[in-house]
């Protein structure tokens, strides 16, 4: 095999074909160029067929041009083995080459010949131009189609991305093939985020909508419905909720098919929030006009009501309901008691402006009440007028209040006309020392005041004799037993304090001996005078009454007891008014009050005024008495020079406390006065105080509900809001309104604290609080007690014993405590200025800061003791030993009376028969201790009680 192949590329026993041509040059020359040239052609040829074929791919029959090209190179393959066969006598080779070019040319031969009648068959040219005009026309018309549809495209695309409408499209299997740029802006996802994706795929659904909306979607696949409407909730990319109108449209295909759902989407949100805000508002609206503390109703141009509030209808007891559905409110209300509605109602329609009315209605407690109303008509838009809208506010409340203030006013002028009387009375019987004269003063002055018939002092005058107690003890021991009618009837009248050199004596009087003398009177001129003496048994019983110091008023002589209705009219007397008076020599006088014209009416205002007076008045007379002691005392003053000494020392005493008891008297009569008048308004602004701060919160929070849903007032409104700052008026008017709750009960407490200090109503002895009147006193002395910017404020330490109720006359012991700590703060100026200049507010020890303690303690069961200390500069032992005198004072000129320890040992020692005691060292402060007993003795008690009985 391989040398059969050998022989085939080789000579072999064969000559090269150039001998043939006898190797003449010129003729192998021109074989060789005409056969390379041959070849050259064929080769190009193919190259160029095979160019052509791959440049026009629509040729026909391609596959010919290539057969060809293979054939032509065949061809010129067979001249290149000429040109090599002479020299290289390969002829095997050149023989099976020209085999497989003749195999080619039979192969194209052959196809050439099936081919010839489908090329035959091909169009002409002519042919060809036409189609190809034909296929130009019809390009021109798919072109001008496809620019027409590109153009609809566009304006699809412009109008669906600029809808105000979001632009949803579906495919039948539900998922999203348009998204538009209103959907991105209302869901907040962007278009290559959902683009072929299933609505399950991302929260787009509210969960329970999402069984709605999958029945909608249902019946727009299957084509039960080809368009539908839904609303329902959707989320956005920000897990917000929205509210959104779906409007929905199936695309069928000829043959029915679901091609795609177009959704058109509307963001409702703001509607559905508007409206449900405005269902909230009218709800809201509604209330308030329910819940507001005033009538609000409408009626139309008939009367029928339109409109009641719950108010109007709670006060007279009717129902809405039952007020709508009759032609006229008055059948309601009223005919006879709506006649002054229906005049106002008259009124109303004949002007254009509002109505004011006052009106008066049956409310359900059964009782009329004072409507203040306004009315004013209702136009619509075009100015035609369809009903009335009223309101009205009761009244009745404000009225009883304005009246109670009138009575106030009238009542507080009347005090002053009083508090003006006992000043001028004060000062005119002040200014004399004659007994004569402050009686006839007084009866003047009080019967110009009052505008009595008559107005007199007289003086009981008994008949008594002096024994020791043992000898009065046995005189009444015999009277008592003594069982004769006829026997005389014996009164104890006082006891007087032992001495060294006598015994207790007791007075002993004979009532049937006694009388009343009436030594100065003002009457009318027409009335005869009551100046002379009267038996003590023709007034009767009410000597018994004036002798224990009862008041006796008789307002209607026809109202009193038997006995003293004849008495009365014995001497004229229709009204009687007596209050009595004791002095400190034990002597009783009265002062009396009568009216003969008419019956009279004895008010406790005049009671109190009188009661005041004659206070005064027995201060004056024992200023009289003691200076007719003191009178008597000066003409035997040389025998007895030292009785004069103590008899002086006492007056002063006396003088002194008596100057302390008329002002602290006055001026607790002014400030209890004063303090009551006070107190009315003040309950009445503090009580009124929480009311106008509900109405005040309420009205702000109705501004801001108005600000939350019309957020964009008009400018005249926004201009009146920059004008009176609503957002600092809302916030600061509660603390106005709680600064002056804090005021007024800060005035109620010191009002309080007044009125309790003053206790002019306790002047007697009774059982009290000791504690009571220390926080009293500490609470009118606050204002010292407080820090100030030139001075330190003062601490105070309470050490408050268990201690029991005390008997004492409370208004003295006030006075003490009072006395006690006004030198304790006195003595602490100096710590405190200079505490305030070093600018040691905080110091490390307390002992430093300028402090008061407050102890008490009981001592034993009869005893207690309350210390007031300080750490003061303290006093030296000179000063100490005079500090209970009178008129020794440490201070200024000007700044210090020197009374006030003196009154203060007076009222604890004498008054009390306790002790007041001074523990006091330089530079550590002072130390001043109150001990009283527990219970006065019983003649303290019955001296100083002060019983009132009243004849109505």
Same mark, same amino acid.
Request: hydrophobic share 40%; glycine share 4%.
């Given at each position: 095999?391989?040398?059969n192949?050998?022989?085939?590329?080789?000579a072999?026993q064969?000559?090269?074909?150039?001998?043939?041509?006898?190797?003449?040059?010129?003729?192998?020359?021109?074989?060789v160029?005409?056969?390379?040239?041959?070849?050259?052609?064929y080769y190009?040829?193919?190259?160029t067929?095979v160019h052509?074929?791959r440049k026009?791919?629509?040729l026909p029959?391609?596959?010919i041009?290539?057969?060809f090209g293979?054939?032509i190179?065949a061809c010129g393959?067979?001249?290149?083995m000429n040109i090599?066969t002479?020299?290289?006598?390969?002829?095997?080779?050149?023989g099976?080459?020209n085999?497989?070019t003749?195999?080619?040319s039979a192969?194209?031969?052959?196809l050439l010949?099936?081919?010839?009648p489908k090329?035959?068959a091909l169009?002409s040219p002519?042919?060809?131009?036409t189609?190809n005009r034909k !296929?130009?026309t019809e #390009?021109? &018309? =798919?072109?001008? *189609?496809r620019?027409? @549809?590109?153009?609809?495209y566009q304006? $699809?695309?412009f109008?669906?991305e600029?809808?105000?409408v979001?632009?949803?499209e579906?495919?039948?299997?539900?998922?999203?093939?348009?998204w538009s740029w209103?959907?991105?802006?209302?869901?907040?996802?962007k278009?290559?985020?959902v683009?072929?994706?299933?609505?399950?795929?991302?929260q787009?659904?509210?969960?329970?909508d999402?069984?709605?909306?999958?029945?909608i979607?249902?019946?727009?696949l299957?084509?039960?419905?080809?368009?539908?409407?839904?609303?329902?909730?959707n989320?956005?990319?920000?897990?917000s909720?929205?509210?959104?109108?779906w409007y929905?449209s199936?695309f069928?295909?000829?043959?029915?098919?679901?091609?795609s759902?177009?959704? !058109?989407?509307l963001? #409702?949100? &703001? =509607?559905?929030? *508007?409206?449900?805000g @405005?269902?909230?508002?009218?709800r809201? $609206?509604?209330?308030?006009?329910?819940?507001?503390p005033i009538w609000i109703?409408?009626?139309?141009?008939?009367?029928?009501?339109?409109?009641v509030n719950?108010?109007?209808c709670?006060?007279?007891g009717v129902?809405?309901?039952r007020?709508?559905e009759?032609?006229?409110?008055?059948?309601?209300?009223?005919?006879?008691e709506?006649?002054?509605?229906m005049?106002?109602d008259?009124a109303?329609?004949?002007?254009d402006?509002?109505?004011h009315s006052?009106?008066?209605l049956p409310f359900?407690d059964?009782?009329?009440?004072?409507?203040?109303?306004i009315?004013?008509?209702?136009?619509?838009?075009s100015?035609?007028?369809?009903?009335?809208?009223g309101l009205?506010?009761?009244v009745?409340d404000?009225?009883?209040?304005?009246?109670?203030?009138?009575q106030?006013?009238?009542q507080f002028?009347?005090?002053?006309?009083?508090e003006?009387l006992?000043?001028?009375?004060?000062?005119?019987?002040?200014n004399s020392?004659d007994?004569?004269?402050?009686l006839q003063?007084?009866?003047?002055?009080?019967?110009n005041l009052?505008?009595?018939?008559?107005?007199?002092?007289l003086w009981?005058?008994?008949?008594?004799?002096?024994l020791?107690?043992?000898s009065a003890?046995?005189i009444?021991?015999a009277?008592?037993?003594?069982?004769?009618s006829?026997a005389?009837?014996?009164?104890?009248?006082?006891f007087?304090t032992?001495?060294d050199?006598?015994?207790?004596e007791?007075k002993?009087?004979?009532?049937?001996?006694?009388y009343?003398?009436?030594?100065?009177e003002a009457?009318d001129?027409i009335?005869e005078?009551y100046i002379g003496?009267y038996?003590?048994?023709q007034?009767?019983?009410?000597t018994?009454s004036?002798l224990?110091?009862?008041?006796?008023?008789v307002?209607?002589?026809?109202?009193s007891?038997?006995?003293?209705?004849?008495f009365?009219l014995?001497?004229?007397?229709t009204?009687?008014l007596?209050?009595?008076?004791?002095?400190?020599s034990g002597?009783i006088?009265?002062l009396?009050?009568?009216?003969?014209?008419c019956?009279?009416?004895?008010?406790?205002?005049?009671v109190e005024l009188?009661?005041?007076?004659?206070?005064?008045?027995?201060i004056?007379?024992?200023?009289a008495?003691?200076?007719n002691?003191?009178?008597?005392?000066a003409?035997?003053?040389q025998?007895?020079?030292e009785?004069?000494e103590?008899?002086?020392?006492?007056?002063q005493?006396t003088?002194?406390?008596?100057?302390?008891?008329?002002?602290?008297?006055?001026?607790g009569q002014?400030?209890?006065?004063?303090?009551?008048?006070?107190?009315?308004p003040?309950?009445?602004?503090h009580?009124?105080?929480s009311?106008?701060?509900?109405?005040a919160?309420?009205?702000?929070?109705?501004?801001k509900l108005?600000?939350k849903?019309?957020?964009?007032?008009?400018p005249?409104?926004?201009?009146q809001?920059?004008n009176?700052?609503?957002?600092?008026m809302?916030?600061?008017?509660?603390?106005?309104?709680?600064?002056?709750?804090?005021?007024?009960?800060?005035?109620?407490s010191i009002?309080l604290?007044?009125?309790?200090?003053?206790?002019?109503d306790?002047?007697?002895?009774k059982e009290?609080?000791i504690h009571?009147?220390?926080?009293?006193?500490?609470?009118?002395l606050?204002n010292?007690l407080?820090?100030?910017p030139?001075?330190?404020g003062?601490?105070?330490?309470?050490?408050y014993?268990?201690?029991?109720l005390?008997?004492?006359c409370p208004?003295?012991l006030?006075?003490?405590f009072?006395?006690?700590?006004?030198?304790a703060?006195?003595a602490?100026?100096?710590?405190?200025?200079?505490?305030?200049?070093e600018d040691?507010?905080?110091?490390?020890?307390?002992?430093?800061?300028p402090?008061?303690?407050?102890?008490t303690?009981?001592l034993?069961c009869?005893?207690?003791?309350i210390k007031?200390i300080?750490?003061?500069?303290?006093?030296?032992?000179?000063v100490?030993g005079k500090?209970?005198?009178?008129?020794f004072?440490?201070?200024e000129v000007?700044?210090?009376?020197?009374?006030?320890?003196?009154i203060s040992?007076?009222?604890?020692?004498?008054?009390?028969?306790?002790q007041?005691?001074c523990?006091?060292?330089?530079?550590?402060?002072?130390?001043f201790?109150?001990e009283?007993?527990?219970?006065?003795?019983s003649?303290?008690k019955l001296?100083?009680a002060l019983?009132?009985?009243?004849?109505r």
């Amino acid at each position: 095999m391989l040398d059969n192949w050998h022989n085939f590329f080789t000579a072999g026993q064969f000559i090269p074909h150039g001998h043939c041509y006898l190797w003449k040059p010129g003729l192998v020359r021109l074989h060789v160029v005409s056969d390379a040239v041959i070849a050259l052609s064929y080769y190009s040829i193919p190259l160029t067929l095979v160019h052509l074929v791959r440049k026009r791919g629509d040729l026909p029959f391609d596959w010919i041009f290539l057969l060809f090209g293979s054939f032509i190179v065949a061809c010129g393959t067979g001249h290149l083995m000429n040109i090599w066969t002479l020299w290289h006598p390969t002829y095997w080779l050149a023989g099976f080459l020209n085999a497989i070019t003749a195999i080619i040319s039979a192969c194209v031969a052959v196809l050439l010949v099936w081919l010839i009648p489908k090329i035959l068959a091909l169009p002409s040219p002519e042919q060809l131009a036409t189609v190809n005009r034909k !296929l130009e026309t019809e #390009i021109k &018309d =798919r072109q001008q *189609a496809r620019l027409e @549809l590109d153009r609809a495209y566009q304006q $699809l695309n412009f109008h669906v991305e600029n809808s105000p409408v979001a632009v949803v499209e579906w495919d039948s299997e539900l998922r999203v093939k348009r998204w538009s740029w209103q959907a991105e802006k209302i869901f907040g996802w962007k278009a290559d985020e959902v683009l072929g994706k299933h609505p399950s795929e991302w929260q787009l659904i509210h969960p329970e909508d999402a069984e709605a909306v999958s029945i909608i979607m249902l019946k727009l696949l299957y084509g039960s419905e080809p368009r539908n409407i839904s609303r329902h909730r959707n989320y956005t990319k920000n897990n917000s909720i929205i509210y959104c109108d779906w409007y929905n449209s199936a695309f069928m295909d000829e043959s029915g098919s679901l091609v795609s759902i177009l959704s !058109l989407v509307l963001d #409702i949100s &703001d =509607r559905v929030r *508007a409206e449900e805000g @405005l269902v909230n508002q009218k709800r809201t $609206l509604r209330a308030i006009l329910d819940h507001a503390p005033i009538w609000i109703w409408m009626t139309d141009t008939k009367g029928q009501m339109q409109f009641v509030n719950k108010t109007f209808c709670e006060n007279v007891g009717v129902t809405e309901s039952r007020f709508l559905e009759l032609p006229h409110y008055s059948e309601i209300l009223g005919k006879e008691e709506s006649l002054n509605c229906m005049a106002s109602d008259t009124a109303c329609w004949n002007q254009d402006i509002p109505h004011h009315s006052e009106e008066s209605l049956p409310f359900v407690d059964g009782r009329f009440h004072d409507l203040e109303i306004i009315k004013a008509k209702i136009k619509c838009d075009s100015g035609k007028v369809m009903g009335l809208i009223g309101l009205a506010v009761d009244v009745s409340d404000r009225k009883q209040v304005q009246l109670a203030l009138q009575q106030s006013e009238v009542q507080f002028r009347q005090l002053a006309k009083h508090e003006e009387l006992l000043n001028r009375l004060a000062s005119q019987i002040r200014n004399s020392l004659d007994l004569d004269t402050i009686l006839q003063t007084t009866v003047n002055e009080i019967r110009n005041l009052l505008q009595i018939d008559r107005c007199y002092f007289l003086w009981y005058r008994p008949e008594t004799k002096a024994l020791t107690a043992h000898s009065a003890a046995e005189i009444i021991l015999a009277k008592t037993t003594n069982s004769d009618s006829d026997a005389e009837t014996l009164s104890i009248d006082c006891f007087t304090t032992a001495t060294d050199n006598f015994l207790p004596e007791c007075k002993i009087l004979t009532i049937e001996k006694c009388y009343w003398e009436v030594v100065n009177e003002a009457k009318d001129p027409i009335l005869e005078s009551y100046i002379g003496s009267y038996p003590a048994e023709q007034i009767g019983s009410w000597t018994d009454s004036l002798l224990q110091l009862k008041i006796i008023r008789v307002n209607d002589y026809s109202k009193s007891e038997p006995e003293m209705e004849d008495f009365l009219l014995s001497f004229g007397i229709t009204s009687y008014l007596s209050l009595p008076i004791q002095t400190q020599s034990g002597e009783i006088g009265v002062l009396a009050c009568t009216h003969h014209s008419c019956l009279r009416v004895w008010p406790d205002s005049e009671v109190e005024l009188l009661q005041a007076v004659t206070n005064q008045l027995a201060i004056a007379l024992d200023q009289a008495e003691l200076y007719n002691q003191t009178r008597q005392v000066a003409f035997h003053a040389q025998a007895q020079a030292e009785q004069l000494e103590q008899t002086l020392q006492q007056l002063q005493k006396t003088q002194t406390h008596l100057i302390q008891t008329e002002k602290m008297s006055s001026l607790g009569q002014m400030v209890a006065g004063v303090a009551h008048e006070i107190n009315n308004p003040i309950n009445f602004i503090h009580g009124n105080i929480s009311y106008a701060s509900d109405y005040a919160l309420d009205l702000l929070r109705l501004v801001k509900l108005y600000q939350k849903y019309y957020p964009k007032p008009s400018p005249e409104i926004q201009d009146q809001i920059d004008n009176i700052d609503l957002a600092f008026m809302s916030e600061d008017l509660p603390k106005l309104l709680s600064s002056m709750k804090v005021g007024t009960e800060r005035i109620r407490s010191i009002v309080l604290s007044l009125r309790n200090f003053s206790r002019l109503d306790e002047s007697e002895v009774k059982e009290v609080d000791i504690h009571e009147g220390i926080e009293n006193t500490l609470l009118i002395l606050q204002n010292n007690l407080k820090e100030k910017p030139e001075e330190l404020g003062i601490q105070v330490i309470k050490d408050y014993g268990n201690l029991p109720l005390i008997e004492c006359c409370p208004g003295q012991l006030n006075q003490v405590f009072m006395n006690l700590l006004a030198n304790a703060i006195d003595a602490l100026y100096e710590l405190r200025v200079k505490q305030k200049q070093e600018d040691k507010q905080s110091p490390t020890l307390n002992s430093q800061l300028p402090t008061i303690w407050i102890r008490t303690e009981a001592l034993d069961c009869n005893q207690i003791a309350i210390k007031i200390i300080d750490n003061g500069p303290g006093m030296s032992e000179e000063v100490r030993g005079k500090l209970f005198d009178p008129f020794f004072t440490t201070k200024e000129v000007g700044k210090g009376t020197g009374l006030g320890l003196s009154i203060s040992y007076q009222i604890v020692v004498e008054k009390h028969s306790g002790q007041l005691s001074c523990i006091s060292t330089p530079g550590e402060g002072a130390e001043f201790a109150i001990e009283i007993p527990v219970r006065q003795p019983s003649n303290k008690k019955l001296v100083s009680a002060l019983p009132v009985a009243e004849v109505r």
